[in-house]
């Protein structure tokens, strides 16, 4: 057997290419540009690259996209006032605030000062509680563009077992109540799980999303299964040349891919889908801002 790849790339793009369409409807019919409001503390190379690629493509699909580069010893008390000023612009929709932070703000503080209504990440406590009850939150980015993917996958996801590896409050929590609310039987795994083994083996869907490079063989998965590796991770790779590296998934892709039905890769799998749902998230708070209905396809 012989995985189908589940191209990340191509599906965000068709997300993209949705989330345009709507906000070109919204335009015309009711006046409204979605805004985007991004906040980066600090100079972290990876942060600025992130940034500035959510930047290119906000503006891309004719969104509104406002960057605020603050210092890195900016205090707690100015970045909070101007999470203020943000909330009360009703011009700006979505709010992201980049993580990490420098060592001397607190980050739940600071998650928590955004109005959850634009809290495009996901992650403020009313977002998370309002996702364990089955109501309306804003869902997380990069579960939500998981489940955009097997969805697509699928159609159904209805009685399907799935295991998700990972227990961070960004992804495997959120993955884990997304997956319940479309009725698949749920386990959530994690590098103490006893057997872990034997429990990913018997898994229809498996999320892999722990933060270890190549940790899940594919002796591990059902024949068949479907397999999404959020895992991004940076190793060394001789065969390129002294010092060079490359990227991998938490699924060792090579003989999970030989026995699976579907897999995602890394990179070109899930990576994609986080901005391409940021955008799909920011139309949405655009959209219940202003009583508005929801963009088909782009919410959970």
Not at 243 to 256: E, Y
Request: proline fraction near 6%.
């Amino acid at each position: 057997m012989s995985a189908q790849i589940i191209d990340g790339k191509a599906f965000s793009a068709s997300v993209r290419d949705k989330v345009a369409t709507h906000v070109a409807r919204l335009k015309d019919e009711h006046g409204l540009t979605p805004g985007l409001a991004v906040v980066l503390v600090g100079e972290d190379p990876a942060s600025q690259v992130y940034v500035r690629n959510k930047g290119k493509q906000t503006i891309a699909v004719g969104m509104h996209s406002i960057e605020h580069k603050l210092a890195a010893d900016t205090s707690e008390a100015d970045l909070l006032a101007l999470i203020d000023q943000l909330n009360q612009d009703p011009a700006i929709h979505g709010i992201l605030v980049q993580l990490p932070l420098p060592d001397h703000l607190n980050e739940d503080l600071v998650i928590n000062a955004i109005d959850p209504a634009k809290d495009v990440d996901g992650f403020h406590i009313s977002n998370v509680g309002l996702l364990g009850t089955g109501q309306k939150p804003m869902v997380p980015c990069t579960p939500l563009g998981c489940l955009m993917m097997l969805r697509d996958h699928h159609g159904s996801l209805s009685g399907l077992d799935a295991v998700v590896i990972g227990r961070s409050n960004i992804v495997g929590k959120p993955m884990a109540q997304l997956l319940l609310g479309d009725s698949c039987t749920v386990t959530i795994a994690h590098s103490r799980t006893k057997d872990l083994a034997d429990v990913v083996r018997r898994a229809d869907i498996v999320v892999a999303a722990v933060g270890r490079a190549q940790m899940v063989p594919g002796d591990w998965i059902k024949p068949g299964a479907t397999v999404i590796d959020v895992g991004i991770n940076r190793i060394s790779a001789p065969d390129k040349g002294e010092g060079k590296t490359r990227l991998v998934g938490d699924v060792d892709f090579a003989s999970a891919s030989a026995v699976a039905g579907a897999i995602t890769p890394v990179p070109g799998g899930v990576g994609p889908m986080t901005i391409a749902c940021l955008l799909a998230n920011t139309v949405t708070a655009c959209c219940r801002a202003h009583g508005l209905a929801e963009p088909e396809g782009l919410t959970a």
